[in-house]
């Protein structure tokens, strides 16, 4: 499967191409602040990709929003105590129609009423978790396989996920016996102040069982064993799972960001959650 290229313009990282059909902004460089929207928007023109979308600190987005990007959700104290911001510019209008609002406010209305309560996180005894090491790669590339149609990311690729570990991404995994039933991952930040909660997968066989919930648990306290201060998500944002999820983990609602990315066959739309440590 063709996925997306991730490419450095200065010293800052985007992830471009036609997969998602956007360019996404990773990691802006301070030194890059004043050209980079001129460079985002030029190659946007030259790909003819029908979003931008960027995630920068607060104290940049001014001269984001004043050439047309939005801000669909934020994070506090992303960034070395200061607020993180997700912007996007559309450069089509179909790509910023909903087809599916009430199911997406759904979603978000039953996750915002389990906030706070809590995930089971206690695994049956037939199953154990432990941190994933890169000979396990190909195990959870299968499982990401198994699990998602498509996926932003090339996750289902060994060498790609053996890449996120070498490159910081905490991955942990619940077995029985051999098999990996489940996995999901904390990719930290370059300055390792936040992580992103991220690549959750459970086997269909072994749902139901708190997998979930004991994955977050673990990443969470390995997190904050490290001294990193803010944790988010991108989730589905069609998903009940994995928003009531979060919210009963005690994550608060940070924002939707619109079509954003192809996941399990589409392009979908995604919230972001986010809580302090």
């Known amino acids: 499967m063709l996925h997306d290229s991730v490419v450095k313009i200065g010293q800052s990282i985007l992830q471009v191409g036609p997969f998602n059909d956007r360019i996404y902004l990773m990691l802006l460089a301070p030194e890059d602040g004043l050209t980079i929207v001129d460079e985002l928007t030029n190659i946007a023109a030259s ?47 179909w790509r910023r129609e909903l087809g599916n609002m009430d ?5 978000l209305s039953v996750a915002k009423s389990k906030h706070g309560k809590g995930n089971v996180s206690t695994l049956p005894i037939s199953l154990n978790m432990r941190r994933l090491l890169p000979e396990d790669a190909c195990l959870l590339a299968n499982l990401y396989g198994q699990t998602f149609e498509t996926y932003p990311f090339p996750i289902t690729d060994p060498e790609f996920v053996r890449q996120e570990m070498d490159e910081g991404s905490r991955f942990i995994g619940v077995f029985e016996g051999d098999q990996l039933v489940g996995a999901a991952s904390a990719e930290v930040s370059k300055d390792g102040l936040s992580a992103e909660m991220t690549d959750f997968a459970v086997n269909p066989d072994f749902r139901a069982m708190g997998i979930a919930g004991a994955l977050l648990r673990a990443l969470e306290k390995d997190c904050d064993e490290t001294g990193i201060k803010c944790l988010f998500t991108i989730a589905r944002g069609c998903s009940y799972g994995i928003n009531s999820l979060f919210s009963k983990g005690g994550y608060e609602y940070g924002g939707r960001l619109i079509n954003n990315t192809n996941i399990s066959g589409s392009l979908e739309s995604m919230n972001v959650w986010y809580k302090s440590l």
């Not at 931008?52 to 801000?71: D, M, Q």
């Not at 199911?103 to 979603?107: I, Q």
């Open 103 to 107: 199911e997406l406010d759904n979603v």
């Open 47 to 93: 790909k003819d990709v029908s979003k931008i979308f960027a995630k920068i600190p607060e104290s940049h987005a001014a001269s984001f929003l004043s050439r047309g990007f939005e801000k669909e959700a934020e994070v506090p104290n992303m960034f070395d105590g200061e607020d993180g911001v997700f912007l996007s510019l559309y450069r089509y209008p």
